[in-house]
């Protein structure tokens, strides 16, 4: 049986990323798996600082990669929605398409701040996802952002609005 095709995204918060997965996610034999769905569920009380998302992510990414290759393995296509925003990021997100020996996409969304920026606050204001994000804390990880290069192995896809 041949292996799923695996969902990557890379962009800013608020760029587009879980909306894009969703809409991915409609296709036939396809699931989507949020990282903020499971981490508020796993550990929402206990995330409260930047530093605490890194600690559970990380957990969560150890838990994810024989997982998610098990569900390649089946054939199902998987659409992470997991930022793939860092280095270190896609780092992981490359062993789990190595582990699965997997065809993937990485869908760069280049949205730009300011963009990006409205969105968060609208948002924020509407309560409308699992964490609320700071202005403060958006520049913190915007800092971090670094786009995805062809000489790191992804077959990446640019998405811009």
């Known amino acids: 049986m041949p292996t799923g095709h695996l969902h990557l995204v890379c962009g800013l918060i608020c760029a587009g990323k879980s909306t894009l997965c969703a809409s991915l996610a409609e296709q036939p034999n ?7 769905v499971w981490l508020k569920t796993l550990f929402g009380p206990d995330m409260q600082t930047l530093s605490d998302y890194v600690t559970y992510s990380k957990r969560l990414q150890g838990l994810l990669i024989p997982h998610v290759s098990t569900l ?4 199902l296509n998987v659409v992470l929605d997991f930022p793939a925003n860092t280095l ?17 996409t990485l869908h760069h969304l280049d949205t730009p701040k300011e963009v ?18 700071s202005g403060e804390q958006f520049d ?6 670094v786009p995805p290069s062809a000489d790191e192995g992804f077959s990446i896809t640019l998405h811009t609005p």
């Open 116 to 133: 990006c920026r409205s969105r968060l606050r609208d948002r924020n204001t509407s309560g409308s996802h699992q964490f609320i994000v």
């Open 30 to 36: 396809t699931i989507v798996l949020s990282e903020d």
């Open 72 to 75: 390649l393995g089946t054939g």
């Open 88 to 104: 270190k990021q896609r780092a992981w997100l490359k062993a789990l398409i190595d582990t699965a020996a997997c065809d993937h």
């Open 140 to 145: 913190h990880v915007s800092a971090h952002f």
